[in-house]
């Protein structure tokens, strides 16, 4: 069962662009993953092929009609598609690594690429397109940030990338930031490569790099580095609450194990038992919000 994006675009010429080459084209070309490009204006049914009209209540720019896209993603995603249909929006919920692994675990896609102002709310209720984000900037449309969706998400599928450890040890997927890398020559500019790295020496070299990866999640991301504060587990319900700080925030995560709790409260690491057993694992809701920045 290999991955199947279907893009909804103005501009299917734009793909698979970058996605045509290297680790994603070869993966593409060998058939782990799919990529259908969709021409939205193929739905319009005016001589013109308008896809867009002018907002209601006034106001510059052009809005997607829902009528037109409804028709191209009806034809994408026919009922019975188990893909999730997703919307490039600034105003969606942030890409993030956790988003990029579900995707990857699951059948594809169904994409639609924003143009102009943005798509008629009523579309987005209609066809309960959920709203993703690449970041708060706002690009001219929503290619580019399709484009960047699915290079994150298909060098996860299995098969494509060589080195399958590589991929669980990039920043953000133990909550850090990486360790920064070095290779020869073995002295560049006056500057050598750390001793530590040519000592031989794994577990050092493991402790070395995990150090400086905290080092730099504090200095450049702190907000990455949120601990735990609390816990609190009902066996009744299998709610597990935590508490974050420094925002104190609480999430409670559903369908938790007692044995799973249990292993949490005897973990030395608290945050990294969190990230690697409760984070990404439970369906989750943030239920309290701390004090805000
Ligand atoms: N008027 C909108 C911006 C429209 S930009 C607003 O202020 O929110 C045009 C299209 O580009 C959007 O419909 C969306 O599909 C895409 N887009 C822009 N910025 C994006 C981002 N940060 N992430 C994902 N898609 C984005």
Redesign the pocket.
Same mark, same amino acid.
């Given at each position: 069962m290999s991955f199947a994006a279907s893009v909804l675009t103005l501009y299917p010429e734009m793909f698979p662009g970058a996605l045509g080459l290297s680790l994603a084209g070869r993966a593409l070309e060998a058939g782990i993953w799919s990529l259908e490009a969709i021409q939205i204006r193929d739905f319009a049914t005016d001589k013109h092929r308008t896809v867009d009209d002018t907002p209601a209540g006034g106001g510059a720019g052009m809005v997607m009609r829902a009528d037109v896209l409804a028709r191209a993603i009806d034809h994408a995603s026919p009922p019975g598609d188990e893909r999730p249909r997703l919307l490039? =929006?600034? #105003? /969606?919920k942030p890409l993030t690594q956790a988003v990029v692994r579900e995707l990857a675990a699951g059948p594809g896609a169904v994409i639609l690429?924003? #143009? *102009?102002? /943005?798509?008629d709310q009523r579309l987005i209720e209609a066809r309960e397109l959920e709203e993703v =984000? @690449?970041?708060d *900037? @706002?690009?001219? %449309? %929503?290619e580019p940030?399709a484009l960047v969706l699915l290079d994150a998400v298909v060098r996860l599928l299995p098969g494509v990338m060589g080195n399958a450890v590589s991929g669980e040890e990039e920043s953000f997927e133990n909550g850090l930031l990486e360790h920064p890398h070095y290779t020869r020559p073995q002295e560049f500019e006056g500057r050598p490569i750390p001793d530590v790295l040519i000592s031989g020496n794994h577990k050092k070299i493991a402790e070395w790099r995990h150090a400086e990866a905290e080092k730099l999640t504090g200095e450049r991301r702190p907000d990455l580095l949120t601990a735990i504060r609390n816990l609190r587990y009902d066996p009744s319900t299998k709610l597990l609450s935590v508490w974050f700080t420094p925002s104190g925030d609480r999430y409670d995560y559903e369908g938790v194990e007692p044995e799973v709790y249990a292993a949490f409260t005897a973990a030395a690491s608290k945050g990294r038992f969190f990230n690697d057993f409760v984070r990404d694992r439970y369906s989750v809701r943030l239920v309290e919000y701390g004090r805000r920045r």
């Amino acid at each position: 069962m290999s991955f199947a994006a279907s893009v909804l675009t103005l501009y299917p010429e734009m793909f698979p662009g970058a996605l045509g080459l290297s680790l994603a084209g070869r993966a593409l070309e060998a058939g782990i993953w799919s990529l259908e490009a969709i021409q939205i204006r193929d739905f319009a049914t005016d001589k013109h092929r308008t896809v867009d009209d002018t907002p209601a209540g006034g106001g510059a720019g052009m809005v997607m009609r829902a009528d037109v896209l409804a028709r191209a993603i009806d034809h994408a995603s026919p009922p019975g598609d188990e893909r999730p249909r997703l919307l490039m =929006s600034p #105003r /969606g919920k942030p890409l993030t690594q956790a988003v990029v692994r579900e995707l990857a675990a699951g059948p594809g896609a169904v994409i639609l690429c924003g #143009r *102009f102002e /943005g798509v008629d709310q009523r579309l987005i209720e209609a066809r309960e397109l959920e709203e993703v =984000s @690449i970041g708060d *900037f @706002i690009l001219s %449309g %929503g290619e580019p940030a399709a484009l960047v969706l699915l290079d994150a998400v298909v060098r996860l599928l299995p098969g494509v990338m060589g080195n399958a450890v590589s991929g669980e040890e990039e920043s953000f997927e133990n909550g850090l930031l990486e360790h920064p890398h070095y290779t020869r020559p073995q002295e560049f500019e006056g500057r050598p490569i750390p001793d530590v790295l040519i000592s031989g020496n794994h577990k050092k070299i493991a402790e070395w790099r995990h150090a400086e990866a905290e080092k730099l999640t504090g200095e450049r991301r702190p907000d990455l580095l949120t601990a735990i504060r609390n816990l609190r587990y009902d066996p009744s319900t299998k709610l597990l609450s935590v508490w974050f700080t420094p925002s104190g925030d609480r999430y409670d995560y559903e369908g938790v194990e007692p044995e799973v709790y249990a292993a949490f409260t005897a973990a030395a690491s608290k945050g990294r038992f969190f990230n690697d057993f409760v984070r990404d694992r439970y369906s989750v809701r943030l239920v309290e919000y701390g004090r805000r920045r």
